[in-house]
């Protein structure tokens, strides 16, 4: 005799939670993937009256093992719009407890199944961080808000909505899209129904800046049509409102070259050559050039070599014993440090001491600093957003960073960061190719590349931070090795 079905009812289509804990009490039950119907949405109509509850877990202390690799690829291949999805991955959780490897198997057709499902989620991801946009309506109460449209592939409202929450906090606002909504009121975020396309607006006034903007961002020399379709799909183009500049200005892109071509200056701008002449009466060894540290710290507060001193509060130096056997560099200041005119002392800066500590270092034997010594923002609401320094921001404290290595002469240099390499060394490519490398500074000392530690702070995924902060704190372990007198006593 046929055993029955069983119902596994799930909460909403990227359910993973639910099918977490109904997946783990049937293969625990060794229930067959046939005997499964995957049900979305509390109520079920006459067509599972018959099918019985999944079992409960088996009080044996028995357990599912699986590789963590699995559950982040599960945690988006819920979220396709594969209809066969839940019953995939319960049969790979089966299978992985006799096969602990499979998921290295990439010519099984299960796997591959799943990864190009998990691919294919991650793309929809970035498209939606990629090509929303707000625009602004009057709120329920009079003052600002916005609203967005969307149309993903997946259902992925949900995954996705902290990006929007952390990315715009100080405002108002809903992204609706035909399968689930999001609603921000500065708070709190709620999730609600689909929504259509005529709910949201069409267009605002800001919209023609944006447009504006657009238009005079295009660089008709850089033109590549088959790489911009791929990264910016024509399905999506609908809801950008920069979308209908897109053909015409493909149309004139050959004429707008050639002329770029005929209007090139053949000397360098008069400002330009001004700032090449005050880097160069300013090197370190220079007559004009501080001769202690303390003369630089107080040069660097009037600095001007770049337009970041016009926004932020105060310069902010480098701090620590100049007897330092090791130099941390940072990227630039944070909210805090511009306040307070001390490296190191905000979220980044408190996790970063947590973990020193973690990998046996004393925090104080240790000079730290940053690449750029101002702090560069964009206003958001009432906060301060960090955006990153560009190279020429970079470039003109190279000075000061130059300086500080001078002074203090450490045995080892740590940089935290991209644009911390970048500023030591001059490279732009992957922070990651770099970080495994025993390198070595153009006047031989010795260079560690790791994270900054802002970026465990970004990381959503629980999992996710604490591997990366377990491999941040085998960097630092790194360092106690090479340089001992490092270590806390």
Wanted: hydrophobic residues 40%; charged residues 25%.
């Amino acid at each position: 005799m046929a055993q029955p079905g069983i119902l596994a009812r799930l909460d909403h289509p990227a359910d993973f939670d639910g099918w977490r804990r109904h997946a783990r009490a049937l293969a625990l039950a060794e229930v067959a993937p046939g005997r499964i119907d995957w049900h979305i949405g509390t109520e079920a109509s006459g067509l599972f009256a018959g099918l019985a509850e999944p079992p409960p877990v088996p009080a044996n202390g028995a357990e599912l093992r699986v590789p963590r690799d699995f559950v982040e690829l599960a945690q988006l291949v819920v979220c396709h719009r594969d209809g066969g999805r839940f019953d995939l991955l319960y049969r790979l959780l089966r299978r992985l407890q006799r096969e602990p490897t499979l998921l290295h198997v990439i010519t099984d057709d299960e796997v591959h199944r799943a990864r190009a499902m998990a691919k294919s989620v991650r793309r929809d991801l970035h498209k939606m961080t990629a090509f929303v946009r707000f625009r602004e309506v009057a709120g329920p109460d009079g003052g600002e808000a916005f609203v967005a449209w969307f149309e993903p592939e997946h259902h992925i409202v949900e995954r996705v909505s902290r990006f929007f929450v952390e990315r715009f906090a100080a405002m108002r606002w809903s992204i609706l899209t035909p399968l689930r909504s999001l609603h921000w009121d500065g708070t709190t975020l709620h999730l609600g129904e689909g929504a259509s396309r005529a709910d949201a607006p069409d267009d605002d006034a800001m919209e023609a800046y944006w447009r504006t903007y657009y238009a005079n961002i295009f660089n008709p020399a850089r033109l590549k049509i088959k790489a911009m379709k791929a990264e910016m799909p024509e399905k999506y183009w609908r809801n950008l409102p920069e979308a209908e500049l897109i053909a015409p200005l493909i149309a004139q892109a050959g004429r707008r070259a050639q002329e770029m071509v005929e209007k090139a200056p053949t000397v360098p701008p008069e400002r330009h050559l001004r700032q090449m002449q005050r880097l160069r009466d300013a090197e370190p060894g220079s007559t004009d050039a501080p001769a202690s540290w303390e003369q630089a710290r107080d040069a660097a507060k009037t600095c001007s070599r770049c337009d970041l001193c016009h926004s932020a509060t105060q310069t902010v130096f480098g701090e620590g014993p100049l007897a330092a056997p090791v130099m941390f560099v940072g990227e630039q200041p944070g909210d805090q440090e511009d306040l307070a005119g001390t490296p190191f002392v905000g979220p980044a800066g408190q996790v970063f001491d947590r973990v020193m500590g973690e990998a046996g270092l004393d925090c104080s034997r240790a000079y730290v600093t940053n690449a750029v010594k101002h702090f560069k923002f964009t206003v958001r609401g009432k906060r301060r957003i960090h955006e990153r320094p560009n190279a020429g921001e970079i470039a003109a404290c190279r000075f000061w960073l130059g300086l500080e290595r001078d002074f203090v002469r450490p045995k080892l240099v740590v940089a935290l960061g991209a644009t911390a390499l970048h500023a030591l060394t001059g490279h732009t490519g992957s922070l990651a190719a770099m970080r495994e490398r025993d390198l070595v500074l153009e006047d031989g000392t010795a260079l560690l590349t790791t994270v900054h530690p802002s970026y465990l702070l970004r990381l959503p995924d629980e999992d996710a931070r604490e591997r990366e902060t377990a491999r941040f704190r085998a960097d630092l372990e790194r360092v106690g090795l090479l340089v001992p007198e490092m270590r806390a006593a």
